[in-house]
């Protein structure tokens, strides 16, 4: 279990509304002490958040060694998860844990989880699955067996996987978004919301469906440009 008790305290990466999210998360279901949230220095513009201490991120490492604190990435899943890369990389770079949440009203059954994911309830993760690193799989997603996750993919509500998906890194699916088993699916992929995906990507695809039910094959980074991401 990914909540058991930790004696660590966390420090929290992250101000914005998903930090909110997830600090609500962390105080209804599991045992962690946050003692303090850090930022990019220049978005350090308060010195509080939530009643915690907000700290630089330049001297996140001396107030808070990694040796008396893990870490947590509150981080949605903007830029294709590209920021939520950043900063979990960052922190692994000063030497911290990066801690996963497993939501108890999951249902997970993987093989192998990295650090950072964040599984949400009713979220469903199968056996014979791997997830690597900093994933967020939101509430009512359905990852089948044997699938093979990269690392910062953000699966949004309800979306399905069947199973022998490998899925590679910094992709986004949409709600409602099904993929069909057996594919592979490259890096920076963007799946949009009810979207069918039933073979094979390239890296920077995008696929929206269309008012006739047919799936449109597009950049990712067209469409990220266009939700102003």
Same mark, same amino acid.
């Given at each position: 279990?990914?909540?058991?008790?930790?004696?660590?305290?966390?420090?929290?990466?992250? /101000?914005?509304?998903?930090?909110?999210?997830?600090?609500?998360?962390?105080?209804? $279901? &599991?045992?962690?002490?946050?003692?303090?949230?850090?930022?990019?220095?220049?978005?350090?513009?308060?010195?509080?958040?939530? %009643?915690?201490?907000?700290?630089? $991120?330049?001297?996140?490492?001396?107030?808070?060694?990694?040796?008396?604190? @893990?870490?947590?990435?509150?981080? =949605?899943? !903007?830029?294709? %998860?590209?920021?939520?890369?950043?900063?979990?990389?960052?922190?692994?770079?000063? *030497?911290?844990?990066?801690?996963?949440?497993?939501?108890?009203?999951?249902?997970?059954?993987?093989?192998?989880? *990295?650090? =950072?994911?964040?599984? /949400?309830?009713? #979220?469903?993760? !199968?056996? =014979? &699955?791997?997830?690597? @690193?900093?994933?967020?799989?939101? +509430?009512?997603?359905?990852?089948?067996? @044997? +699938?093979?996750? *990269?690392?910062?993919?953000? $699966?949004?509500?309800?979306? #399905?996987? *069947? %199973?022998? &998906?490998?899925?590679?890194?910094?992709?986004?699916?949409?709600?409602?978004?099904?993929?069909?088993?057996?594919?592979?699916?490259?890096?920076?992929?963007?799946?949009?919301?009810?979207?069918?995906?039933?073979?094979? &990507?390239?890296? @920077?695809?995008?696929?929206?469906?269309? !008012?006739?039910?047919?799936?449109?094959? /597009?950049?990712?980074?067209?469409?990220?440009? $266009? /939700?102003?991401?």
């Amino acid at each position: 279990m990914c909540n058991k008790v930790n004696k660590k305290p966390v420090i929290v990466f992250g /101000l914005g509304s998903f930090s909110n999210l997830m600090t609500r998360y962390i105080q209804r $279901f &599991t045992d962690w002490q946050i003692e303090a949230y850090t930022v990019d220095d220049e978005y350090c513009t308060e010195s509080t958040y939530l %009643g915690k201490p907000v700290i630089a $991120f330049s001297a996140v490492k001396e107030k808070y060694p990694p040796q008396s604190y @893990d870490a947590f990435v509150a981080v =949605g899943y !903007s830029s294709m %998860g590209e920021t939520r890369k950043n900063a979990f990389l960052r922190l692994k770079e000063k *030497g911290f844990q990066v801690r996963n949440f497993q939501h108890p009203d999951s249902s997970c059954s993987y093989d192998v989880i *990295g650090e =950072g994911n964040i599984i /949400l309830e009713n #979220a469903t993760v !199968s056996i =014979g &699955t791997s997830l690597a @690193d900093g994933n967020l799989v939101w +509430c009512n997603s359905n990852i089948a067996h @044997d +699938c093979c996750i *990269g690392s910062f993919n953000t $699966f949004c509500g309800s979306s #399905a996987f *069947g %199973g022998f &998906t490998v899925i590679k890194d910094n992709c986004f699916f949409g709600i409602n978004s099904t993929c069909k088993d057996g594919i592979t699916i490259d890096s920076y992929t963007f799946v949009g919301a009810s979207a069918y995906l039933s073979s094979d &990507t390239k890296r @920077d695809d995008a696929f929206i469906p269309r !008012s006739t039910q047919k799936t449109a094959r /597009l950049s990712s980074k067209s469409v990220m440009r $266009f /939700l102003g991401e």
